[in-house]
Nanobody, 120 residues
Framework: QVQLVESGGGSVPAGGSRRLSCLAS????????MAWFRQQAPEKERERVV?????????SVVDSVKGRFTASRDLAKNTIYLQMNTLQPEDTAMYFC????????????WGHGTQVTISS
């Protein structure tokens, strides 16, 4: 089963940019539907931010990040990315990479997450 490791989190000033990476091992990302989620507080649910289907189609899910966040992938590096621009304090969250079989609807493979903190 594929394993996912996120990196790239840290503290960013408001208005800044950051790129997160999710390195997959044990399976090719082209065989999975993948997504970036975020969890803004432990008591809040994780929300799906953007999806990348196995054919490379990208879907932004959260209205507040449309036009600011974009996802991409590098098949040679077996890595997906989340480019975040014009970051705002409300983007502070733990960001997770997730994968699922494209024949199912539930993301069942998760990384450990990477924390992004936006300072105002």
């Amino acid at each position: 089963q594929v394993q996912l490791v996120e990196s790239g989190g840290g503290s960013v000033p408001a208005g800044g940019s950051r790129r997160l990476s999710c390195l997959a091992s044990g399976g090719a990302i082209s065989n999975y539907c993948m997504a970036w989620f975020r969890q803004q507080a432990p008591e809040k649910e994780r929300e799906r931010v953007v999806s990348i289907d196995n054919d490379g189609s990208i879907f932004s899910v959260v209205d507040s990040v449309k036009g600011r966040f974009t996802a991409s992938r590098d098949l040679a590096k077996n890595t997906i990315y989340l480019q975040m621009n014009t970051l705002q304090p409300e983007d502070t969250a733990m960001y997770f990479c997730a994968a699922r079989s494209c024949f199912t609807s539930t993301y069942n493979i998760w990384g450990h997450g990477t924390q992004v903190t936006i300072s105002s």
